[in-house]
């Protein structure tokens, strides 16, 4: 069987269940990706199934949306987006990995500490501000901010059903102003999105089972799930890059 289809058929089945249930996988996916399609080239060819997701996930979740939220966090997306397109066409990725891999690691300490000690620096609007920005930045180089604003968003004391609302929102308009940025860079071509629907299949699954399965975890699972795909993601980037 064609080995591309297999990857795109595979990245399908996590990126469902990963949107639709608790999240952070997304630094799982693009190593997949990679298998046949090396470099950033792999990005490009996430980010239709990604929309696909997050167009079924908005119209799944759009009833609990903590919107005050999202408007503190999505201004300076765009500026850590730009900034994000130009890291992507002139910095070494190899140094962004080792960056972002250290981000990640503080941002899974700070939540534990904040379990235990609990503070609300991460609920003002400068922390939303700074959160956006890293997530905007952290995105358009590695389709990988969600681990990100789920920690910080997890700070937010959010129910679980708001907490998956409003990260879908914030995903869905992050991928939507990426369009723009991918075309010039040439990772976004007609050739990319109709190779990229081979994926569709695996995705329409991977989403049945990560909707059903969220239903099933209850809260301080879920915070844990969260923190345990956190960390994944952040020992992909020290071991294989």
């Known amino acids: 069987m064609d080995t591309t289809f297999l990857v795109l058929t595979f990245a399908g089945l996590i990126t469902g269940f990963s949107k639709f249930s608790v999240g952070g996988m997304g630094l799982l996916i693009v190593p ?14 996430l980010l239709p199934l990604y929309l696909i997701t997050d167009v079924m996930a908005v119209l799944s979740y759009r009833s609990k949306v903590a919107w005050s939220v999202l408007w503190h966090f999505i201004p300076l997306v765009l500026l850590g987006m730009l900034i994000g397109s130009y890291v992507l066409a002139t910095i070494d990725p190899d140094d962004f990995v080792i960056t972002l ?16 000690r609990p503070a609300t620096f991460m609920q003002t609007n400068s922390a939303a501000y700074g959160m956006g920005f890293i997530s905007g ?6 389709n990988a901010a969600g681990p990100v604003f789920s920690l910080f968003l997890l700070e937010q004391k959010l129910d679980k059903e708001t907490y998956v609302s409003t990260r879908t929102w914030i995903l869905f308009m992050i991928n939507m102003l990426k369009i723009p940025l991918f075309i010039p860079l040439g990772l976004l071509t007609q050739d990319s999105i109709i190779s990229s629907f081979q ?7 991977g989403a ?6 969220l239903k099933k975890v209850n809260p301080s699972q879920f915070k844990w799930l969260i923190r345990i795909m956190a960390t994944l993601a952040a020992c992909k980037l020290f071991l294989f890059s």
């Open 32 to 45: 997949i990706m990679m298998i046949a399609f090396p470099g950033p080239e792999a990005l490009g060819m």
């Open 101 to 116: 891999g250290v981000i990640m690691i503080s941002m899974i300490g700070l939540s534990l500490y904040l379990e235990y």
């Open 137 to 142: 930045l952290i995105s358009m180089i590695s």
């Open 199 to 205: 994926g569709v299949p695996g995705l329409m699954v």
């Open 208 to 213: 049945f089972i990560g909707y059903h399965f």
